[in-house]
């Protein structure tokens, strides 16, 4: 009877253990091919490396059976058409950064960084367990579109200018390479924002066509030499934690198997949190190596009345935006309210813990 038993368990095991195969094998069967185009060019670091570590976590994750490959800008030749060419459903996903977009959807620019805003563990907050991730399928849903956090660069530096700024007036004038809605707010107090290509950058420095630069942090900045001709390093208040994004074409995702989807979510989860880490990582090292080469470097922070300014003229900024639209208040409340709970946290923890140590 015992030995009886023991048969049928084992054959209903087997069975089961072939079922369980046969679902296996034919899910097995059909490999599922997306197109990814980037902003960034071919071979682009930190940023660039993102995308590649996400396909390859998603190829390994599914057994090879989600294969993403990777379009950079020397490729499409498209660097800020990424939006339209995941919306057209020309490429699948992309990646780029959200505040790229404000030009043509307001909106969207609210999911990169905000001056004065959350930090990267804050707004990673936000996204993931508060109302952020929803606001932003909001706002890119009306364009067939799903938008996920693709990656951070922590805060970034406020630039490297060839003289110091000691009061509002000397920010009249002042030309400095700033990009979005910071540039706005320098405008605001008199500066002459201009954007140039990357690879004019270091020379339109060097020229003096421009008197400041602002770029990344030291995690990107070495490569571009700003610290050999541009004596002081102005610490950050415009993009507090810059997250670049992965765009989806909505239809496209919805075509993928439910565990394709889940295992794409998590690549991209993954990836992104990588490159905040990666970005750590590389402004330590590179800070290090800057201070040795270049002990010259100043680093220097904008003196109160110029932060004052500054915040006047953003709070105002978004007061407009708000004023001319119910979701871009609503996004806004909710990145306020999201913030204040967030910073009294943030306050009692990280910041006490470095005030409490002497330097
Ligand atoms: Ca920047």
């Not at 919306?87 to 780029?96: E, K, L, N, P």
């Not at 109160?304 to 871009?328: Q, S, W």
Request: proline share 5%; aromatic share 12%; charged share 20%.
């Amino acid at each position: 009877m015992l030995k009886y038993k023991y048969k049928n368990w084992l054959t209903g095991a087997a069975i089961c253990g072939a079922l369980f195969s046969a679902t296996a094998v034919n899910a097995d069967d059909k490999v599922y091919r997306l197109k990814l185009a980037e902003t960034w060019g071919a071979n682009t670091p930190i940023l660039g490396e993102t995308s590649k570590k996400m396909a390859q976590l998603a190829d390994s994750m599914s057994n090879g059976r989600l294969k993403i490959s990777i379009d950079s800008s020397n490729k499409h030749k498209a660097p800020f058409g990424v939006f339209d060419m995941v919306r057209a459903g020309q490429y699948d996903i992309g990646h780029s950064a959200s505040y790229y977009w404000k030009g043509k959807v307001p909106n969207t620019l609210y999911f990169t960084t905000m001056p004065f805003g959350m930090t990267t563990p804050e707004q990673y907050g936000w996204f993931y367990h508060g109302e952020g991730q929803a606001l932003m399928n909001e706002v890119y849903g009306k364009f067939g579109m799903l938008s996920f956090p693709g990656g951070n660069t922590g805060v970034q530096m406020g630039g490297w200018f060839q003289k110091e700024i000691n009061s509002l007036e000397d920010v009249k004038g002042l030309k400095i390479r700033i990009p979005g809605f910071a540039g706005e707010v320098w405008a605001k107090l008199g500066a002459k924002p201009v954007n140039i290509a990357p690879g004019d950058l270091y020379t339109a420095l060097e020229r003096k066509t421009v008197d400041a630069v602002e770029w990344v942090g030291p995690s990107l900045d070495i490569r571009m030499g700003f610290h050999k001709i541009a004596p002081y390093y102005y610490t950050g208040w415009h993009e507090p934690a810059s997250e670049l994004q992965f765009l989806v074409n909505k239809k496209k995702f919805a075509k993928l198997p439910a565990d394709l989807q889940v295992i794409l979510k998590t690549a991209m989860r993954s990836a992104a949190y990588d490159m905040y880490i990666q970005s750590y990582h590389e402004s330590a090292v590179n800070w290090d190596t800057m201070k040795k080469e270049f002990p010259g470097i100043q680093v220097k922070s904008f003196p109160p009345e110029v932060i004052a300014a500054m915040r006047k003229a953003n709070t105002e900024l978004l007061a407009e935006a708000a004023a001319k639209d119910p979701l871009a208040k609503r996004i806004q409340d909710s990145q306020a309210a999201y913030m204040q709970k967030a910073r009294a946290w943030t306050n009692i923890s990280d910041k006490a813990y470095l005030n409490s140590l002497a330097d």
